[in-house]
């Protein structure tokens, strides 16, 4: 489960999450947010576990739910992760299994960098029909140095339309659904098409890991 978040075994691997959540906390500061001040938070696309760990060591006495396409990890977390929070099983397609207007905090790491437009588009609808209103959303998107290792004919795809889907004939991560691929996305594209459902609020280039940008989103 761990090679299907991060595409290979690291002793490291738990270390991350809390590396994740210092990165949030800075983040959030930009906007005067204090991580500790958010009473129920939701981890879209949740994988085994590591950052939802790290939160729940963070902030106590928050609420915490992860969802994840993954069964099996969603299994797994059941059975060894109770203690750091609510688990399900979304489909591939909303809705979620939780009310409007219901959390604080809701983060997605390494979810819309594998995703087609129109399902990018459903799932963007949904996360603002679950956020509060005023809540914020940590979204990740691959950064420019890896728009840099794009062919020719996706690199002027992606500069011409702000985005672009890399989609092959079979699964690019053994365990998850043949739709599970590559997106990129411009900051411009995000402002644009992003803001037609949240405020975005910053940007933050080469935030996780060094490939991947951090963006801050509000729901008005």
């Keep these: 489960m761990q090679t299907r978040v991060i595409g290979l075994y690291s002793p490291h691997f738990i270390e991350s999450g809390w590396r994740t959540i210092r990165i949030f906390e800075q983040v959030l500061a930009t906007v005067g947010i204090a991580i500790n001040t958010c009473e129920t938070?939701?981890?879209?696309g949740c994988g085994c576990g590591r950052v939802i760990r790290a939160i729940h060591h963070s902030i106590p006495k928050?609420?915490?739910?992860?969802?994840e396409i993954d069964a099996e990890a969603v299994q797994w977390l059941n059975e060894n992760y109770q203690q750091f929070g609510n688990f399900s099983v979304n489909g591939p397609l909303p809705p979620l299994a939780f009310d409007d207007e219901?959390?604080?905090l809701i983060y997605c790491i390494s979810v819309f960098t594998h995703l087609p437009e129109t399902m990018q588009r459903a799932w963007l609808a949904e996360l603002h029909r679950v956020a509060k209103r005023g809540s914020v959303l940590l979204v990740t998107t691959y950064n420019e140095e890896r728009h840099r290792?794009?062919?020719?004919?996706?690199r002027a795809e992606l500069v011409k339309k702000g985005f672009v889907y890399i989609e092959e004939t079979i699964?690019?991560?053994?365990?998850?659904p043949v739709f599970y691929q590559t997106a990129f996305?411009?900051?411009?594209?995000?402002r644009r098409v992003w803001g037609e459902y949240f405020e975005i609020l910053y940007i933050e280039p080469q935030a996780l890991e060094s490939?991947?940008?951090?963006?801050?989103?509000?729901k008005a």
Excluded: C, K, Q, W
Excluded at 41 to 44: M, N, P
Excluded at 62 to 67: I, R, Y
Excluded at 185 to 190: A, L, P, Q, V
């Design 149 to 154: 290792a794009l062919n020719s004919f996706n």
């Design 171 to 176: 699964p690019t991560t053994e365990g998850l």
């Design 41 to 44: 938070v939701l981890d879209f």
């Design 62 to 67: 928050a609420n915490l739910f992860g969802t």
């Design 185 to 190: 996305h411009s900051h411009e594209y995000i």
């Design 102 to 104: 219901r959390f604080d």
């Design 211 to 218: 490939h991947s940008d951090l963006v801050l989103l509000r």
